[in-house]
Structure formats: structure tokens, C-alpha cells
Antibody
Framework: QVLLQESGPGLVRPSETLSLTCSVS????????WTWIRQPAGKGLEWIGR???????NYNPSLESRLTMSVDTSKNQFSLKLTSVTAADTAVYYC?????????WGPGALVTVSS | EIVLTQSPGTLSLSPGERATLSCRAS??????LAWYQQRAGQAPRLLMY???TRATGIPDRFSGSGSGTDFTLTISRLEPEDFAVYYC??????????FGQGTKVEIK
């Protein structure tokens, strides 16, 4: 059974960089695309971007200038970095398996942007 | 960007009743549409992909239909665990996937 788990700071200061890691267990990170999605409190879902095990990526155009995704196959992990954050980036961040639709999800990590 | 519009915003029904949820795309996405269920405090769960193919472990009271711009998710008989928020998501065209705003199915 494939399990995903997000980890990272729950509080980030405005203008700083949000960093999250998703650890994958129960299966290899190879041969799949891996995705980040976020959800502000009480609101809908926003696709952030995807990265393949070989390092190919696609980002949401609205976030692209601030976004970097990467994969560490040796650790079976993938990561998200979002720079210059503002309060609008406060959300629950989910990692997921799949590049087009998402069959497995982590439980989510709440990230609050506040001073 | 393809915009997905879900209706109604809220559906108030009783257990055992039939639920019909709609998702309309601003341009054709062929059959590249998925549905998710999100229970309170949980991550979304994939229900359907390819507009009408149930994901692994999804009971057959869930069915999906449609293609092009108009899609429907039907729950034939609502069980207590089906009261949740449902989202559609397209994956047609270039990778700039979007979700609908959600339909909440609540107990009447």
C-alpha cells in the first residue's frame, strides 16, 4: 500500500521560502509523476505542479516564477519550494501520486504564512 | 485556463436518495475528467477518472458520465459516509490542471 506523508515547517514568515517534502513508502518513486496541490481553509483545490522521477516538471503558471520542485530517488522523496510567500500562500498542502489525476494523497500539511 | 463550474453548490438529501452532481467545462476536455470526494478534515479521494471509470475500491453506487464539456457524477443511493464535498478536475490539454469549486452533499 503506497503511503505519502508531507513534512516541513508549519509557520513561514512573509517574503521567505516555503519548503515541504513528501516521503513515499510502500512503493518506488520511480516511473510516476508526483504532484503538489493546496487548499486554503474553507476553499477549493489548486494544482501547484508536478514532477517526474526523472526530473521533468510542469508548474501552475500563476506560481511558476516562485516555484521549484525536485525528486530524490535515493530517499524516495520529492520536494516543493515556494519563494517570496505571502498570506495568500497559507493553505493545507497535499502531495499526491499521479501526473494527470491523483490516486494517492498524503494527509496534508498546514502551512501558515505570518510574521 | 479551462474553468470548471460545478452545480449545485450544495445538495441537501437524505440517506438512500439519489445524488446528481454536475461539472461543466469552459471548453472541451474530451473524457479527461476526474472526480474526488473530500470528507471533513480529510484529504481528497479519487473516485472516478476518464469521466466514467471508477478508481480502485470505489463502490458501484458511484457512476460518472459525460464527455466534452458536460459531466455528471451520480450516487445511486446515499450512504452516511457519502456526505462530503465533491470536486471535479480536468486533465485535458497542456498540464495546467484545474478543479471545480466543489459541491457539498449534506444531510437534509
Amino acid at each position: 500500500q503506497v503511503l505519502l506523508q508531507e513534512s516541513g515547517p508549519g509557520l513561514v514568515r512573509p517574503s521567505e521560502t516555503l519548503s515541504l517534502t513528501c516521503s513515499v513508502s510502500g512503493g518506488s518513486i520511480s516511473n510516476y509523476y508526483w504532484t503538489w496541490i493546496r487548499q486554503p481553509a474553507g476553499k477549493g483545490l489548486e494544482w501547484i505542479g508536478r514532477v517526474s522521477a526523472s526530473g521533468n516538471f510542469n508548474y501552475n503558471p500563476s506560481l511558476e516564477s516562485r516555484l521549484t520542485m525536485s525528486v530524490d530517488t535515493s530517499k524516495n522523496q520529492f520536494s516543493l519550494k515556494l519563494t517570496s510567500v505571502t498570506a495568500a500562500d497559507t493553505a493545507v498542502y497535499y502531495c499526491g501520486r499521479g501526473g494527470i489525476y491523483f490516486s494517492h494523497w498524503g494527509p496534508g500539511a498546514l502551512v501558515t504564512v505570518s510574521s | 485556463e479551462i474553468v470548471l463550474t460545478q452545480s449545485p453548490g450544495t445538495l441537501s438529501l437524505s440517506p438512500g436518495e439519489r445524488a446528481t452532481l454536475s461539472c461543466r467545462a469552459s471548453q472541451s476536455v474530451s473524457s479527461y475528467l476526474a472526480w474526488y470526494q473530500q470528507r471533513a478534515g480529510q484529504a481528497p479521494r479519487l473516485l472516478m477518472y476518464g469521466a466514467s471509470t471508477r478508481a480502485t475500491g470505489i463502490p458501484d453506487r458511484f457512476s460518472g458520465s459525460g464527455s466534452g464539456t458536460d459531466f455528471t457524477l451520480t450516487i445511486s443511493r446515499l450512504e452516511p459516509e457519502d456526505f462530503a464535498v465533491y470536486y471535479c478536475q480536468h486533465y485535458g490539454g497542456s498540464p495546467e490542471w484545474t478543479f471545480g469549486q466543489g459541491t457539498k452533499v449534506e444531510i437534509k
